[in-house]
């Protein structure tokens, strides 16, 4: 049985350095109510519940449960929750939705980062019997792989300092980081600060829905033509950083290769980054590439990747946009890579 | 509105894991001055070593020794190091692919500046003192211009093998618990026990999250509730927790203070455990200092009637 499953709407919360004044829930509740205002449904009308979290940013154990409350889990609801981007959130709900058992899905993710300390945070996802216990960092890690982009000759500095000033220039009211930010000084060289994302706390979550369900909800629904999502071998020692064949292989398996794309929605915390994906995603110069300002303007962890999905289906709604690819990552020097491919219905 | 509250937080554990033969094998190695790889089926060497092919992901279990010298692959330099990293001063993270392997291992090189460092910088291991099994026992890298070490030809057996770690991991956090749960332990500083109403369905949550779970709506409206309740379900525990002064066995209960939507956990003390039973009537008792109910005792009224806590179970 083969579906078409789109995006209906999106919503996301301003990023900000810290959000202390607000538990999760707290934090997370407006963007619910947002986004369903957005389609008209109440939380007892979503067939499927899909979220995104990380214990290890909140420093409790199943943190995510207490998100619940601000999705009316009583009664109960058909629900779901991955420890990771919500990204990885929505291609389980489009999965459960493609399967026919459910017509609508709510998916949402959300991060606090401000509690901890994020670099050390995020060195608890590496390999705990050779990385972790040398506590590299997640500039460390995104440093040796730009240098070794730079050793290549595929950037230098002032290119990777040029991608975060074109970043930052957006005119995007919900980012942490606008307008004209300052290189900065070496966090871990060769990345300065402006090469860096910001460290912030936010939310976000959209609404899919399946056939004429998705027409009735959204005037211009941004269906998703093809999603996928792999990853590299864990050991960074075995990859080539300068490369991205995981990135090749999603985009490749959810179609984006099939015709160009206008608009691309690069999860890339790092400058440097960017410069891969748009080699693994073969995106020529006329791409508008993060028109929202990605993740060097606002990199909430867990929801950075659904966001990159919503602000390209959103284009789609407003019709600034016709065909779309998002792309999604997780782990240390773009592990774990997903790719969506999203149109709107041809005008 | 004042403040929300914040304090410290620190998780820490230390993660005890065990190795299978191949992690063995080469932490055992790095206790005894030796680096070993292991050979995939198309004749590469992996350093550091792991268990499957990460190409076509057939068990790989061919160990074979490399030099303690190599080239780096890639580095960055860390003018700040953070707690629990290799080197306190000033270091560059590196990938050194070693003489004899074909992929690279990450580690710290010790060298007096980021001028000194460059990729295909030549390199060699220097040794920890105290060599437990660890990818630590590598101290770092050090700047090297000699020629290429000659490995060993270790097999990868080892008499007295390393079979597992302790990889301990420690995180700080600043725990803030928002506004609604602020609101609610602030009134218990005095000794007051605060919920919040549902405008949608007017239950009364307490301790009050500042969400509605039934209507997933934002609740706000303050509800002074209790301070007596009514006893809707208990256990009585036999087992005697860790660091804890009561005396077993006592009894732990679910009480719903008057006027709340829903019932709260607490001990219940005053009475012998054996006469605690559904419907008791109880109020809090506060010890001197607490920031929170000590236990709740009987209040000597009759007890409440079934149907007038039955949804509260």
Not at chain 1, 95 to 103: F, I, R, S, V
Not at chain 1, 224 to 242: K, M, P, Q
Not at chain 1, 332 to 339: A, T, Y
Not at chain 2, 135 to 159: M, N, R, V
Request: proline share 8%.
């Amino acid at each position: 049985m083969t579906r078409d499953i789109a995006v209906v709407a999106f919503a996301q919360s301003d990023v900000l350095r810290t959000t202390e004044e607000q538990s999760e829930v707290e934090m997370l509740m407006p963007v619910l109510h947002d986004v369903l205002d957005r389609t008209g449904l109440k939380t007892a009308d979503i067939d499927f519940t899909c979220s995104g979290s990380s214990d290890y940013l909140a420093g409790r154990a199943f943190s995510f449960t207490l998100a619940l409350d601000g999705v009316g889990a009583w009664p109960p609801i058909s629900e779901s929750h991955v420890e990771m981007d919500g990204a990885w959130a929505l291609y389980e709900a489009w999965t459960k939705l493609l399967t026919g058992d459910a017509d609508t899905a709510l998916v949402y993710s959300y991060g606090k980062s401000s509690p901890g300390s994020l670099r050390d945070v995020l060195t608890r996802q590496l390999d705990p019997y050779y990385v972790a216990p040398l506590w590299p960092d997640s500039v460390a890690l995104a440093a040796l792989q730009a240098q070794a982009l730079i050793d290549a000759g595929a950037t230098d500095e002032p290119a990777l300092a040029a991608i975060g000033a074109r970043s930052r220039a957006v005119d995007n009211p919900r980012a942490q980081l606008k307008g004209d930010v300052p290189q900065g000084e070496y966090v871990v060289r060769p990345l300065r600060t402006g090469d860096c994302p910001p460290i912030g706390d936010g939310a976000a979550a959209v609404v899919l829905a399946a056939g004429e369900r998705a027409r009735d909800l959204c005037t211009r629904p941004a269906w998703i033509r093809g999603i996928d999502h792999r990853i590299e071998a864990h050991s960074l020692g075995v990859r080539d950083l300068t490369d991205s064949p995981s990135t090749r292989l999603a985009a490749e398996k959810a179609g984006a290769f099939e015709r160009p794309v206008e608009t691309a929605e690069l999860h890339a915390p790092f400058s440097s980054q960017e410069i891969v994906l748009r080699k693994a995603l073969r995106l020529d110069a006329d791409v508008r590439v993060n028109p929202s300002g990605g993740a060097l303007a606002a990199n909430p962890m867990m929801a950075a990747g659904l966001i990159r999905i919503g602000e390209a289906a959103a284009r789609i709604h407003r019709g600034e946009s016709d065909r779309a690819l998002a792309h999604a990552t997780s782990g240390p020097c773009l592990q774990q890579n997903l790719v969506a491919v999203l149109e709107g219905d041809p005008r | 509105m004042p403040a929300v509250l914040k304090a410290p937080l620190v998780v820490e554990f230390p993660f005890t894991r065990s190795l299978g033969p191949v992690q063995s094998a080469f932490l055992s190695g790095l206790r005894d001055r030796v680096v070993l790889g292991v050979k995939t089926g198309d004749g590469r060497t992996l350093v550091p070593p792991v268990e499957y092919d990460p190409v076509t992901a057939e068990e790989i279990r061919d160990l074979v020794e490399v030099a303690p010298t190599g080239t780096v692959t890639t580095w960055a330099w860390n003018h700040e190091p953070r707690r629990g990293q290799p080197l306190s001063s000033p270091f560059a993270w590196v990938l050194v692919r070693l003489d004899g392997a074909d992929t690279a291992l990450l580690h710290a090189l010790d060298a007096p500046g980021p001028d000194a460092v460059h990729t295909g910088l030549r390199v060699r291991v220097r040794w920890a003192e105290d060599r437990v099994g660890a990818i630590t026992d590598i101290a770092c890298f050090e700047p090297y211009d000699g020629d290429p070490a000659e490995p060993g030809g270790h097999s990868g057996a080892f008499e007295d093998p390393v079979t597992g770690i302790v990889a301990a991991a420690r995180l700080d956090y600043t725990y803030s618990p928002g506004r609604a749960q602020s609101a609610y332990i602030n009134a218990l500083s005095e000794r007051r026990n605060v919920g919040e109403r549902c405008p949608s369905c007017r239950k009364v949550y307490v301790p009050p999250r500042g969400a509605c779970p039934t209507c997933g709506v934002a609740t706000s409206e303050q509800v002074e509730v209790g301070p007596g309740g009514t006893v809707t379900t208990f256990c009585i525990v036999n087992i005697k927790a860790k660091n804890l002064d009561i005396e077993v066995p006592y009894v732990y209960g679910h009480i719903a203070l008057d006027g709340a939507g829903l019932a709260l956990h607490g001990r219940i003390g005053g009475i012998p455990y054996d006469q605690v039973r559904m419907g008791l009537r109880v109020e809090p008792v506060w010890t001197e200092g607490g920031r929170f109910p000590d236990h709740y005792r009987p209040t000597g009224e009759p007890d409440a009637d079934y149907e007038t806590y039955k949804e509260l179970l």
